[in-house]
């Protein structure tokens, strides 16, 4: 009488760690391919969890432009060394931006507010200048940045 019962828990525990495996197979093979084929599709996290299309041409540009220049010091979404970018354009004029970038130092030096501000919230560490950035490639690093909000 307990042989058939103990074949019973024995193939039931079986299907169990059977169905545990596949459903773990599935879960690692969905998030590998959400995560490489981040160029197709980028997921947003936070309480709306929609898919968000691809970067558009600019924030690529912006992208490849983060990474070169503002990666070391920057997070698009979070505080680092310095800010968090996302959303700075929303926060301070463009041609503000625009000269912060080209020069921070002469700008604190100018006794601007917002710059002697920026500068003392972060330790009063000296952003780099970046003058060889455009206009235009200050403006796509932004539009990437905004991208997280």
Known sequence: ?????????AYT????????GI???????IDHNATSNHSKLAIQTGPDLTLKPQFNEQ?????NLFKANCAS?????????????AGVSNKYDRDWIYSWIEDPQAKIASGD???IKI????NQTNM???PQLSHDEIDAILAYADYYL
């Open 1 to 9: 009488m307990l042989e058939p019962l103990t074949k019973i828990i």
């Open 13 to 20: 525990f079986t299907f169990m760690i059977l169905a545990v």
């Open 23 to 29: 459903c773990a197979g599935v879960v690692l093979y």
């Open 59 to 63: 924030q690529l540009l912006g992208q």
């Open 73 to 85: 010091c920057h997070k698009p979404n979070k505080r680092a060394v310095g800010p968090a970018l």
């Open 113 to 115: 507010a917002d710059a």
């Open 119 to 122: 500068y003392n919230e972060y």
């Open 128 to 130: 780099n200048a970046f």
